[in-house]
């Protein structure tokens, strides 16, 4: 009795879909907080593989998974779901995770966002695609709609959890019924990893398209970087107006650089872009995001 007791008072401890909303949101800036930190400082991995494939990766996915693996083996949740108050149990029993739980629990909140994000990276800047990775897309199309529907039977409380992840994994969120156990270390460093977390939502919100379109109008575009004095034979060469600064043409498919403001073909834009990563006229870095199509009135 004492056991069926434990259990329906864990099925009461029930949080609402906006808390375990929320704490996605935030496990889902980790990533891109750590990726524009190490993009700063350089610490990135470079190097020629085999032939011509290059290996270019960062450290922010094996920071990411040592983080979430740190915290679902001290409290049983993830990083966001332990900022709100939440943890992972067995949906049977309401027991906390066994150490297999916990790897699975870390790799899959790892490499399912790092692998969709790549993907929809290398899909936005028009890069040729394999038919597998055109094949991932439609399963990550298909998970979402599923994690969608399961989210609507958790929410008129059909369904035990929210996500299919957690189906599979016979896995539940709830409040847990005491606090969990740890030596004042821990407790000091997770504390203070939760205190970034208003800093990884400030870097997400500096970061956003949305807040940069927004603030584009307010500031002046850069000036280009300063070369020496041209002769005036080289000075004749220079792109003249209606004219690419890449090819030196007539522009076609006019695109602007939102960092920059200079405007380009598409085609020579998105190709120096592949290659250097910078706008060609100021060097400052750039995205495929920062890129805007001109339309003729």
């Given at each position: 009795m004492a056991e069926a007791a434990s259990v329906r008072q864990n099925l009461q401890n029930v949080p609402s879909i906006f808390e375990?909303?929320?704490?996605?949101?935030?496990?889902?800036?980790?990533?891109?907080?750590l990726s524009k930190i190490f993009d700063y400082f350089g610490l990135r991995l470079d190097f020629k593989l085999w032939g011509s494939l290059r290996v270019r990766e960062e450290f922010s996915p094996l920071i990411t998974w040592i983080l979430?693996?740190?915290y679902?083996?001290?409290?049983?949740?993830?990083?966001?779901?332990?900022?709100?108050?939440?943890?992972?149990?067995?949906?049977?029993t309401g027991e906390l995770l066994t150490r297999q739980q916990q790897f699975t629990s870390a790799t899959l909140l790892t490499i399912l966002p790092y692998v969709e994000?790549?993907?929809?990276?290398?899909?936005?800047?028009?890069?040729?695609?394999?038919?597998?990775?055109?094949?991932?897309?439609?399963l990550f199309h298909a998970y979402n709609a599923s994690k969608a529907v399961h989210t609507?039977?958790?929410?008129?409380?059909?369904?035990?959890s929210h996500s299919p992840l957690f189906r599979a994994l016979r896995l539940t969120l709830r409040y847990p019924s005491e606090p969990p156990m740890e030596d004042k270390w821990t407790y000091v460093f997770l504390k203070g990893l939760e205190v970034l977390a208003f800093?990884?939502?400030?870097?997400?919100?500096?970061?956003?398209?949305?807040q940069r379109r927004k603030m584009g109008g307010t500031l002046q575009n850069p000036e280009p970087m300063q070369h020496p004095e041209l002769p005036h034979e080289l000075k004749d060469t220079l792109p003249k107006n209606g004219e690419c600064p890449v090819c030196l043409l007539k522009?076609?498919?006019?695109?602007?650089?939102?960092?920059s403001g200079y405007v380009y073909c598409w085609k020579c834009i998105v190709t120096h872009l592949k290659?250097?990563?910078?706008?060609?006229v100021t060097s400052y870095p750039i995205t495929i995001d920062d890129l805007v199509r001109i339309y003729e009135s």
């Open positions: 375990i909303s929320a704490a996605e949101t935030l496990d889902n800036l980790i990533y891109p907080a979430q693996y740190l679902l083996r001290k409290r049983a949740s993830s990083f966001g779901e332990s900022f709100y108050g939440l943890q992972r149990t067995a949906t049977a994000r790549k993907l929809r990276s290398r899909s936005a800047r028009h890069e040729g695609t394999y038919a597998w990775e055109s094949h991932l897309i439609s609507f039977l958790y929410l008129i409380k059909y369904a035990s800093f990884l939502q400030f870097i997400q919100w500096w970061y956003s398209n949305d522009l076609q498919t006019p695109t602007a650089c939102a960092v290659e250097k990563g910078t706008c060609p």
